[in-house]
T-cell receptor, first 109, second 117 residues
Framework: RKEVEQDPGPFNVPEGATVAFNCTYS??????FFWYRQDCRKEPKLLMSVYSSGNEDGRFTAQLNRASQYISLLIRDSKLSDSATYLC??????????FGKGTSLLVTP | DARVTQTPRDKVTEMGQEVTMRCQPILGHNTVFWYRQTMMQGLELLAY????????DSGMPKDRFSAEMPDATLATLKIQPSEPRDSAVYFCASGLATTSGSTGELFFGEGSRLTVL
């Protein structure tokens, strides 16, 4: 298994839809996880951290499943401005952060 | 507004030439990362530093790439000689390691887009 794997998409959804992305990771010792967002031709920016108990920030919910080694991101009530690539991030054994290749989301009117 | 600064923003060069990319991390951050992004491979970790000491550069082709941090305000990534397959966007990112040693949020620069002809 690759260190971090994501479905590349693209996910095309209408405004207002709910969409979910999953990400699997191989390092079972990883403790902290993140979702980053990257707009076209821009740098990645932190969207949210992923805690063991799960966390919610407005329309965004992140969940962690340690047993199955995957994390998820749920976006409710999608907006046009949510169109971007979403990167799953997992630390390796040396505390460097490994990025998935990203899942592309396009929200259409 | 503190941010990571990278230069150059765009670089077009010919195969065989030396390329140097520079990064000024956010003041007070103790970790610096170099990533390379291509459509095929996504974001690949090339090297990273903690408190200016290189911790891991296993992602770099050692024969042509080198990364250094001559001081806390400057990180450099050098390619010599450059090859067409090095064409990519190179990102520098900085962060503040937690007391447990784990890496917190990374702040990225805008990237250096390199094209090697």
């Amino acid at each position: 298994r690759k260190e971090v794997e994501q479905d590349p998409g693209p996910f095309n959804v209408p405004e207002g839809a709910t969409v979910a992305f999953n990400c699997t990771y191989s390092n079972s010792a990883s403790q902290s996880f993140f979702w980053y967002r990257q707009d076209c031709r821009k740098e990645p920016k932190l969207l949210m951290s992923v805690y063991s108990s799960g966390n919610e920030d407005g329309r965004f919910t992140a969940q962690l499943n340690r047993a199955s080694q995957y994390i998820s991101l749920l976006i409710r009530d999608s907006k046009l401005s949510d169109s971007a690539t979403y990167l799953c991030v997992v630390p390796n054994s040396g505390y460097a952060l490994n990025f998935g290749k990203g899942t592309s989301l396009l929200v259409t009117p | 507004d503190a941010r990571v600064t990278q230069t150059p923003r765009d670089k077009v060069t010919e195969m065989g030439q030396e390329v140097t990319m520079r990064c000024q991390p956010i003041l007070g951050h103790n970790t610096v990362f170099w990533y390379r992004q291509t459509m095929m491979q996504g974001l690949e970790l090339l090297a990273y530093f903690r408190n200016r000491a290189p911790l891991d550069d296993s992602g770099m082709p050692k024969d042509r790439f080198s990364a250094e941090m001559p001081d806390a305000t400057l990180a450099t990534l050098k390619i010599q000689p450059s090859e067409p397959r090095d064409s990519a966007v190179y990102f520098c990112a900085s962060g503040l390691a937690t007391t447990s040693g784990s890496t917190g949020e990374l702040f990225f620069g805008e990237g250096s887009r390199l094209t090697v002809l």
